[in-house]
């Protein structure tokens, strides 16, 4: 990058991370402008674009990504997760995850994901061996990693296990994604209340991306619940409210 442009890309990550993704896009969109040789860019807008909602622009920087860097595993799992989480194609998503544990072995989350398409066609077997492996590579909770242990277990029968380890990391300065994550579990287990109590806490630690919440089908158990709608409903105003209010701010930096 040269130094606007390096400006102009933390200046997108800083607007993502405040939940203001129309603006992070844009900024990583000017970036990319200026040189269009630096796909890097499109990985992560691509990112972005799906918190935003922005479907299908995030699979074609994907697409442009991959055609680039045919070796980089990350980014055959993040387009198998957009392709997978939006209800796209899940023999693509499917595919995708395969080629990227093919290309790298040790990205646990990928095993989780391939684990929980291969349970939803029944094939067991093959869910029961990535769902292992999570448990084998997935052994200690870091600040920062995707905390994924107590997904396998549950899915594995173990579900005493599974809230134990999901509560161990909320005893532990939990944040928005620890949150989110606790959500998705209860939700998976059919503890509605709890779900959504999980969720309440997640919005009100910032977490802002609505897009997928809306689209998560760990969340299929509640989504229809009148106390989940009502909460998405009035956060997403919270937001908007917050973003007009901001927006000159914004654009003056």
């Not at 939940?19 to 969109?29: A, F, P, Q, R």
């Not at 684990?115 to 029944?122: A, C, N, R, T, V």
């Not at 760990?218 to 009035?234: G, H, P, R, T």
Request: net charge negative; with cysteine; hydrophobic share 35%.
């Amino acid at each position: 990058y040269d130094s606007d442009s390096r400006l102009l890309y933390w200046a997108a990550m800083e607007a993502e991370e405040y939940g203001d993704y129309k603006l992070s896009v844009n900024l990583l969109t000017r970036v990319y402008e200026r040189d269009t040789t630096n796909v890097a860019v499109l990985f992560a807008r691509g990112h972005i674009e799906e918190r935003y909602g922005m479907v299908q622009e995030s699979l074609r920087d994907f697409d442009t990504y991959i055609e680039a860097n045919p070796e980089d595993g990350n980014a055959y799992h993040q387009r198998g997760w957009l392709k997978d989480k939006n209800g796209m194609s899940v023999e693509e998503a499917l595919e995708d995850y395969t080629t990227a544990i093919g290309l790298d072995p040790d990205y646990t989350y990928t095993y989780l994901c391939r684990g929980q398409i291969f349970k939803l066609q029944g094939n067991m077997d093959a869910a029961v061996k990535d769902f292992e492996m999570v448990l084998k590579q997935d052994t200690v909770f870091k600040d920062n990693d995707n905390a994924i242990r107590q997904y396998a277990l549950f899915y594995l029968g173990r579900v005493e296990e599974a809230k134990a380890w999901q509560d161990s990391i909320l005893g532990d300065k939990p944040n928005k994604v620890d949150y989110y994550d606790a959500a998705c579990l209860y939700s998976l287990m059919g503890e509605k209340e709890k779900s959504i109590e999980y969720l309440r806490k997640s919005l009100e630690s910032g977490f802002c991306r609505f897009a997928h919440i809306r689209s998560d089908y760990d969340l299929d158990n509640i989504c229809n619940e009148s106390a989940f709608i009502y909460l998405i409903n009035e956060y997403e105003m919270k937001d908007e409210s917050e973003q007009k209010q901001d927006q000159p701010e914004a654009e003056s930096s």
